[in-house]
């Protein structure tokens, strides 16, 4: 085992307790070893075990107070149980009071090995787990991502599994789904977080002024260039390059990036000598990179570089109950930048927002905040300042989460809804604008789980 498990040895037999010791010292573990209970709990007391293997019959202080006192002091330790005794009550208690294994005697010190190798790795993958739930909440506390659908859930636990590591990350999704924020999620719970996020649009240049943004340029390297000037690459030494929209850099740039990732160096323009780099790479797309490589626009082993970890970031249509809590998040940002007191969104409006299929995902929503916003004087969003095509829902327009035409009876359910709701759940009044009898509507609210 790695870095040293501690585990200590209780046990009265000078002869078992020497020979269990060998044993666990022969497989790498830091062994201590206790010839009574009333020892073991001064130990306790003073050092840190990952693993208690104790005897259970012991004069003064038996095993079963060697394990109380062990699960006071030190809760996450493992306890074994040994006794040359063994009952079922007993081994029934011990296991009741925190006992990771009951070992009756006489014992195969392979079986014991055995044992206590599986009690460490479950109290390591316990450890784990905690800390990474501790990160995925802090990460939701701290993120600039806003969500708490089960898609973006997902999204999360897996910025927080990669992100302490210095892997390559791949962010696929649809334009506007917020591919830069959780770039910056990554490196912000990164050990490079003390250093810079450097983002670069690969879109956004032609293939020479490329190649000057990324890798810098020498003095007089060419006409106008007066002095030396660091690339991003270089300037995210230390940290993180986000790459946005790779899929649209050239296969001639591609070529150069592949080798800053390979061998961890680059060349200005104009320069002699290499350059070290330590960068961490996360790219984005909302391309079909299968497509690209496959018509050799996209090189295959610079995407296998790049993507080591693929991150899906959903579409807000998939993202179930996200759409409201990003406008009220919006709403809150774009009132104070607008000096506003719009602290609401009134109910219809909240209704067609939900409903609506958000083609343009996150970015077009915050842009139908920051509309909403600028031509509201009074306290709340109203369905008048959204746009037409909002207000204006339709069977063509609303779309279901797949982004498929809904099916009649999601249509008919919708619009049930819909009645209620603007009739105060009168079941009476509902049913007489539906021309239908109250039955009818009875029934077809069961069916529909309305009621």
Not at 80 to 88: D, F, L, P, Q, S
Not at 218 to 223: G, L, M, Y
């Amino acid at each position: 085992m790695t870095d040293k498990d501690a585990i200590l040895v209780v046990e009265d037999e000078q002869i078992a307790r020497r020979n269990l010791s060998h044993i666990l010292e022969k497989e790498g573990y830091a062994v201590t070893a206790a010839e009574s209970g009333a020892k073991a709990l001064s130990l306790l007391k003073s050092g840190h075990f990952d693993l208690v293997i104790t005897d259970l019959k012991m004069e003064k202080v038996d095993g079963m107070a060697v394990m109380a006192r062990a699960k006071a002091l030190q809760p996450h330790a493992e306890v074994i149980m040994i006794t040359g005794h063994a009952t079922v009550d007993s081994a029934v208690e011990a296991m009741k009071k925190g006992a990771y294994y009951y070992i009756a005697k006489p014992y195969k010190l392979e079986e014991v090995k055995k044992i206590a190798r599986e009690a460490l790795i479950k109290r390591r993958l316990f450890l784990e787990n905690r800390e990474l739930k501790a990160s995925i909440k802090q990460l939701r506390k701290d993120s600039p991502i806003i969500g708490r659908s089960r898609a973006m859930a997902s999204v999360l636990e897996t910025i927080a599994q990669i992100a302490p590591s210095d892997i390559n990350v791949m962010l696929m999704g649809e334009s506007g789904t917020g591919k830069e924020l959780a770039a910056r999620a990554i490196h912000d719970m990164s050990h490079r977080s003390d250093n810079r996020f450097v983002a670069f649009n690969c879109g956004s240049f032609t293939e020479e002024l490329m190649a000057n943004e990324l890798f810098g340029h020498e003095k007089d390297a060419f006409t106008g260039a007066t002095r030396r000037k660091a690339g991003l690459i270089e300037s995210a030494h230390g940290g993180t390059l986000f790459l946005d929209e790779v899929g649209d850099m050239p296969l001639s740039m591609q070529v150069k990036l592949l080798r800053v990732i390979q061998e961890r160096e680059i060349m200005r323009v104009g320069g002699v000598e290499p350059l070290s780099v330590d960068v961490r790479f996360i790219a984005a797309t909302h391309r079909d990179m299968a497509e690209d490589i496959a018509r050799g626009d996209f090189r295959q082993d610079l995407f296998y570089r790049l993507n080591v970890i693929t991150i899906q970031l959903p579409p807000l249509s998939e993202r179930n109950g996200d759409a409201l809590l990003l406008a009220m998040h919006f709403l809150a940002r774009k009132s104070r930048e607008m000096s506003k007191d719009i602290r609401e969104i009134e109910k219809e409006a909240a209704d067609l927002l939900a409903q609506y299929s958000w083609p343009g995902n996150v970015r077009e929503l915050e842009n139908v905040i920051e509309r909403a916003v600028a031509l509201q004087n009074g306290p709340a969003i109203t369905v008048d300042n959204l746009p037409d095509y909002i207000r204006n829902i339709s069977v063509e327009t609303y779309r279901r989460k797949s982004g498929a035409i809904p099916t009649l009876i999601e249509q008919e359910k919708r619009y049930i809804r819909w009645v209620l709701e603007k009739t105060g759940w009168n079941k009476t009044q509902a049913a007489k604008i539906m021309d239908i009898d109250r039955v009818s509507l009875w029934r077809k609210m069961k069916r529909y789980g309305l009621e």
